[in-house]
């Protein structure tokens, strides 16, 4: 193996949703770079992040009925009972949601948390407060998506935060459209958060503070038995 094919295999693939925004950033560096020397060296700074912040590394998902596996890199912020956004049609009865919060160093590629028929795909614009505060999940720019599988029913909603100014939304992710548990549907520029709505007897595996990766780790089983977990930190 080559050099450069060695050193390729252990960086992540960049998104192409990134490519312009790398582009802008690198333009920027040059821009600065002549007018000042130091000014240039914090551009190319910028542009590192802009490339590491579009990463979008594989994942290896489980594949079995009743697992709910993470959409979002991040940290799982708040798990518990919430009344879904009205614009989802999931009822007015407080389900399941677990919550994850996405920095600006987490990979914003988001996957698909189950296996199913997507039944309504519902864009709602609003503000751009903290996505790490409650009232985010009212107040700010979301895009929520309904998931129906032989389980129940899922919402998954994407909410912009502070510094996102976009929801991006992949071409599969229609309405009427068959999506894999794991599969990419979706990125938030640059720094938001990811809700996921459950059916009410689901009992969530994670606890608020853990760190959690897009299509790897599981949220919830439900064809377990395992009463609801307690976390301790160390």
Not at 42 to 67: K, N, Q, S
Not at 111 to 116: E, I, L, S, T
Not at 129 to 145: F, T, V
Not at 209 to 224: F, R, V, Y
Request: glycine share 10%; aromatic share 10%; with cysteine.
């Amino acid at each position: 193996m080559s050099v450069v094919a060695s050193i390729r295999k252990q960086l992540a693939p960049i998104h192409p949703e990134g490519y312009l925004f790398i582009a802008l950033f690198a333009l920027a560096a040059l821009a600065l770079g002549w007018l000042w020397s130091p000014l240039g060296w914090i551009g190319w700074l910028l542009t590192a992040w802009c490339i590491y912040f579009f990463r979008d590394p594989p994942r290896v998902t489980a594949m079995r009925e009743g697992l709910v596996i993470s959409p979002a890199d991040g940290r799982v912020d708040m798990v518990g009972y919430f009344i879904p956004p009205p614009e989802l049609e999931l009822g007015e009865k407080p389900l399941p949601r677990v919550t994850i919060f996405m920095s600006v160093f987490d990979c914003h590629v988001n996957r698909a948390p189950v296996a199913g028929k997507i039944t309504k795909v519902a864009y709602k614009p609003g503000l751009f407060l903290s996505a790490d505060l409650d009232k985010a999940s009212e107040d700010n720019e979301r895009n929520g998506i309904v998931i129906d599988t032989a389980a129940g029913r899922f919402g998954i909603v994407q909410i912009a935060g502070l510094l996102a100014r976009r929801i991006v939304s992949f071409d599969n992710a229609r309405e009427g459209a068959a999506i894999q548990a794991g599969e990419r549907f979706g990125l938030i520029r640059f720094g938001s958060r990811v809700d996921v709505y459950m059916p009410e007897d689901a009992k969530p595996l994670v606890g608020v503070g853990q760190t959690s990766l897009a299509g790897e780790t599981i949220l919830a089983d439900l064809s377990s038995k395992e009463a609801q977990r307690t976390f301790k930190v160390g």
